[in-house]
């Protein structure tokens, strides 16, 4: 399911969806996309989180803060269209994307 | 002697006693002022008179100027409240919303995308002269779960590390921390501080251990991240939950401590 298909073009979230169970999967061209419309200086900012087959994701429950809330500013910049590029997949889907991260402790020395 | 109508008596008692904000701190009336325009409401009485008195707190500690990046991540109505700095400049948002907020424990995080940018870098504060603070309502349950962390050589946090069910805290030396045996993912206040070149302090569960743990000087511009550190790039996320935090220049630990467990234990009960 795409995003667009989840929301329609009234840009409505469905009452018995669980944003936080979700994720949002998309790619550069949207990651690119979604940067370009927040200020540098912005004190409520969308972070996508990249994945190791190269998409980008963000959990769903953003979407909560599109319509009166915390990243409405970035939301209404977003032509409407773009949402059917983003995919809907479960969480624990972007979880298993998630890459390892390196060790940033020296262990040896505690 | 000079002569005050009985209205004008009673106004001050009113107000002094029920918080409204007579005679209230200049920086904590500011704060108030600050976290209510961002609320778009009032604080109840009970909420701001606890703000008050932690403040007024700090500052007979002698605290008070060593916050010099601060969120009460808590007691405010809204999360854009939360935001607000106690001290220093807003930290910056990266994907949290209102519903990962609770007036009365905190921000919780999702241990994989969500954390602040405290807008304070690690280098900003002097090598032999730092702190970090938090207040876990909470804790992490990942492998390796950062609180608050940022930097490079003179890298500064706190982090649970479960596979030794332990917090490590890292001041002013990325590569030697300071361990407090089975407190890695316990609530409450958790700090670490040093005010030297050669000793750490590290205060969690109400314990203060020491470590003999030379500094080194900072050589990056990273921020300081909250619920992930900053070592070049955001990671080690925590799926814990906050309801302060403080950056800044060295302080009794034990001080704020129970400062910030006042202040936290006072919204809880002023918080319907």
Known sequence: MNLLELIGPDRILPTDFNPKAH?????????????????????????????????WASSADVLTEATNGLFEPIFSQLPTELASQVTVVNWTDVLALLPEPEEPLDIENN | MKNISPKRLLNNIFLKTSGGGGGFDADATAYIAAVEAADGAALEAGVKTAINDFVVGCKADGI?????????????????????????????????????????????????SKYLNSNRQNATDPQNSRHQAIFVSTGDSLATGTYIAGGGDGFTGMFNV??????????????????????????????????????????????????????????????????????????????????????GESLDLALLDARVTTLIAAYAAAIP
């Open chain 1, 23 to 55: 994720g949002l999967v998309f790619d550069d061209t949207i990651h690119a996309a979604l940067l370009a419309v927040q200020a540098a200086d912005a004190r409520h900012r969308i972070a996508p989180i990249e994945l190791t087959d190269g998409t």
């Open chain 2, 64 to 112: 008070w100027t060593a916050l010099k990046a601060s969120c009460i991540l808590s007691g405010a109505r809204t999360l854009s409240g939360a935001f607000v700095p106690l001290a220093g400049t807003a930290p910056t948002n990266n994907n949290f919303v209102s519903g990962d907020y609770n007036r009365k424990t905190g921000l919780v995080g999702d241990g994989s």
């Open chain 2, 162 to 247: 479960s596979n030794s069910n332990s917090l490590w805290g890292y001041i002013s030396n990325g590569v030697t921390s300071i361990v407090a045996a089975s407190q890695g993912n316990t609530v409450a206040f958790k700090g670490i501080t040093r005010s030297n070149s050669s000793q750490a302090l590290l205060r969690s569960g109400g314990i203060t251990t020491s470590g003999s743990i030379t500094s080194v000087s900072e050589n990056t511009n990273r921020t300081v991240a909250v619920f992930a550190q900053n070592a070049g790039s955001i990671g080690f996320y925590t799926n814990g939950r906050l309801a302060f935090y403080s950056i």
